[in-house]
């Protein structure tokens, strides 16, 4: 299936939530990024019984793109027949994304359609101090508001005590067989190249990383942003690479990372737990929580934790398998998109006797 310039939708599939269609409003699905991962695995995985429809605003295209791709979804918000649209499901990350959204959820209280969102953004006390008024606008327009962390959870009910927030992590598909660690010294890195998700860090802790173990590997696999990776022994730069591939890439390494200073709960983490691969991440938002024993926590921006926690994961490859199999675990239990239907229950079941 193809995508339009305007969004597209979903091939019709029925779903068992509180309506009989959702539709989802967010970044165009067919982009790279975790909002857009999240709504590909929304679309792969639609519960029996309910039809979902996408509805595009954003682009990574540019902002004249994603102007036109707004203004096409308040047409379509605005003019669509209630009963085709359902609810709508918001899906909100940051700053101009809170502001599409605000409106879009005031299009939908006028119209009298019920509306949800999720709260894809991490660490949201400088945003919500910076557009405040969009903040409180969509809490007060959504009927029910997931949030991917409890401290969003906490930061949203803080905001508007009155709003009906709850967690709602994502979640992501997990193989039925486990394929084992090629045991190569091969480290993934994937997300932005950029200060908020450590790369700075990362590269800074590499050289130490060599002089444990100088055949070791690192790929850098995500588009370019503000940090320029120095030229170092043993470092690859793949630049964006389209999902399905960093899931391929999560196969074909040991441990992966991901240093950054801010984070909700993110796809690549999840991803690389449900491969069995241990995980080296920083101890921000619920990402300590979430690894538990399936990788090592570190401090965010710490050098030297950073370079330790690799070094012994590639110094024990059986240390690191059994690590790799807990986190696998982990997420079977808890984080499995074969439960997004229960997601999808929970936060909708308030919006089911407002759908004509």
């Given at each position: 299936m193809t995508e339009a310039a305007s969004g597209g939708e979903a091939a019709d599939a029925p779903?068992?939530?509180a309506t009989s269609v959702i539709t989802h409003v967010g970044p165009r699905r067919s982009e790279i990024g975790g909002m857009q991962t999240v709504l590909r695995d929304y679309e792969a995985n639609v519960p029996d019984g309910t039809r979902f429809r996408f509805i595009a605003t954003y682009t990574t295209r540019g902002r004249a793109c994603s102007g036109l791709l707004f203004a096409l979804a308040l047409l379509r918000v605005g003019f669509?027949?209630?009963?085709?649209l359902g609810s709508v499901h918001l899906h909100v990350a940051k700053h101009g994304s809170v502001w599409r959204k605000a409106t879009i959820a005031g299009i939908c209280r006028r119209r009298a359609?019920?509306?949800a969102a999720t709260v894809h953004a991490s660490q949201l006390e400088d945003d919500v101090c910076r557009h405040r008024s969009a903040w409180k606008r969509l809490l007060a327009r959504c009927e029910a508001i997931g949030a991917l962390s409890h401290k969003a959870v906490k930061d949203l009910s803080t905001l508007d005590p009155t709003a009906r927030v709850e967690h709602v992590p994502n979640r992501v598909p997990v193989a039925p067989t486990l394929v084992p660690a090629p045991n190569t010294k091969r480290v993934l890195f994937a997300g932005a190249v950029c200060r908020r998700k450590g790369v700075d860090v990362l590269m800074e802790a590499w050289p130490t990383v060599l002089e444990h173990h100088a055949d070791a590997e690192l790929l850098l696999a995500g588009p370019?942003?503000?940090?320029?990776p120095p030229r170092l022994p043993g470092v690859r730069v793949l630049g964006a690479v389209p999902p399905q591939h960093v899931r391929a890439l999560i196969r074909d390494v040991d441990v992966a990372v991901l240093p950054s200073r801010s984070e909700g709960l993110p796809v690549f983490v999840l991803e690389a737990m449900a491969a069995g691969r241990p995980v080296v991440a920083t101890d921000i938002g619920d990402l300590a929580e979430l690894i538990?024993?399936?990788?090592?926590?570190?401090?965010?921006g710490c050098v030297t934790s950073l370079?330790?926690?690799?070094?012994a994961l590639l110094a024990d490859p059986v240390s690191a398998a059994d690590r790799g199999e807990l986190g696998r675990r982990r997420v079977v239990q808890r984080y499995d998109v074969v439960n997004l239907d229960v997601d999808l229950r929970?936060?909708?079941?308030?919006?089911?006797?407002?759908?004509?």
């Open positions: 779903v068992p939530c669509t027949p209630r009963k085709a359609i019920p509306v370019a942003a503000d940090v320029t538990g024993d399936g990788g090592r926590v570190v401090p965010p370079a330790s926690a690799l070094s929970r936060l909708h079941r308030r919006l089911a006797r407002q759908v004509a």
